[in-house]
């Protein structure tokens, strides 16, 4: 299935792009899109954290995506 992936702050420029298409498995699992998406960008890896929300909520490690669901990357958050 293709799935449309929104990224936010440093992802963006890691992506090169504020949205990603993707072509994925059918019952792909939140960690399993992590482990892709490490692959494919590797600087992904190299932050401290960053969290896949779905449906604009944190997706847990085991949820599995569906092609209609807005997906978003977001990296680690800073404040002052």
Do not use: H, T, W
């Amino acid at each position: 299935m293709r799935i449309k992936l929104l990224a936010f702050g440093i992802v963006k420029g890691i992506f090169s792009s504020s949205e990603l298409e993707l072509e994925v498995a059918d019952g792909i699992r939140v960690e399993d899109l992590k482990s892709r998406l490490e692959q494919l960008y590797p600087e992904l890896a190299r932050l401290k954290s960053y969290f896949i929300a779905i449906n604009e909520e944190y997706g847990q490690s085991d949820q599995v995506i569906e092609s209609d669901d807005e997906i978003a990357v977001i990296p680690p958050v800073s404040g002052g």
